[in-house]
């Protein structure tokens, strides 16, 4: 059966929505810091969910105009509001699915995704179809994670296989949560020109509190969004995922460390 691309593993809970919120103001210095697009000009956000990560472009380039898509329509209404709340005048949502997107060739200046390639069943087709859009000499921006990037002490299997269980839901979902090393490829495999990848890393220890609130409150709970799919799928027992959450916890508290890498791409269209 082919994946609903409305449907992905992290689910649409209030939780989730929380976390990409939490995820978006948390992440904003290290992701966005070096994105700014100029006055007047065309940006498409694809994928903008609950529009998280789109009052922070909106607000960072006030006098761009941006135009946010995402396939699910209940998400839109939520970015809207959002939008709205944070007096963002510069944005309009719609509707879209990536794959088929309802603009002209050439449309955009430029182009933003985040977090989407990594649910997706063909990110190679859906940057064919971004790149369609943007007209020459745009740029694409891409970021994603990758979750075996994630690296802690103490060290424990339990903690590792409570990862693995998310990795292989979402790869089984069609996706995949190890696409961060790959965006390089990707980009030039599309056809992009001048494509430069940056790794952001997050690392957390007693001396880094506030990277430590990032590593429980998008990291972790991003893993324990998939207990009750992990569960039934049989993947792990009651007890052994307890341990694994129990000890990716431990690594936040004293003594431990723990470090995750984000991946932003920038990429030209044309030659
Ligand atoms: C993890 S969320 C990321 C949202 C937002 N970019 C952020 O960083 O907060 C992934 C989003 O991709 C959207 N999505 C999945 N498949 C899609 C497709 N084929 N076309 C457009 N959006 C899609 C989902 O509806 C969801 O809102």
């Not at 059966?1 to 939490?22: F, N, Q, W």
């Amino acid at each position: 059966m082919e994946p609903d691309p409305r449907m992905y593993v992290h689910g649409r809970t209030v939780r989730e929505a929380e976390r990409l919120a939490y995820q978006a103001s948390g992440l904003a210095h290290i992701l966005h810091h070096d994105t700014r697009y100029p006055a007047g000009s065309q940006v498409l956000e694809a994928a903008c969910g609950i529009g998280a990560q789109t009052v922070i472009l909106a607000k960072n380039s006030p006098e761009a105009e941006f135009v946010a898509v995402d396939i699910s329509p209940e998400s839109l209404l939520q970015a809207e509001r959002k939008a709205a709340h944070e007096g963002c005048a510069n944005i309009t949502f719609r509707t879209a699915d990536v794959y088929d997107l309802p603009f002209g060739p050439g449309s955009f200046d430029h182009v933003f995704v985040c977090f989407l390639l990594e649910h997706l069943d063909d990110p190679l087709l859906a940057l064919h179809r971004l790149k369609t859009v943007l007209r020459p000499g745009g740029t694409i921006t891409v970021i994603e994670g990758d979750h075996g990037s994630a690296l802690f002490y103490p060290d424990s299997l339990d903690a590792h296989r409570v990862i693995r269980c998310l990795i292989d839901i979402q790869r089984e979902m069609g996706g995949n949560s190890l696409i961060g090393r790959e965006l390089w490829h990707l980009l030039n495999e599309a056809g992009f020109s001048y494509v430069q990848v940056s790794p952001r890393l997050v690392y957390a220890d007693a001396g880094h509190p506030e990277s430590i609130e990032k590593v429980k409150n998008i990291f972790i709970a991003m893993v324990e969004g998939v207990r009750e799919e992990a569960r039934s799928r049989g993947m792990v027992t009651g007890p052994e995922w307890e341990k694994g959450i129990r000890d990716l916890y431990r690594t936040t508290e004293n003594g431990g460390t723990f470090a995750y890498t984000f991946f932003k791409a920038v990429g030209v269209q044309g030659e």
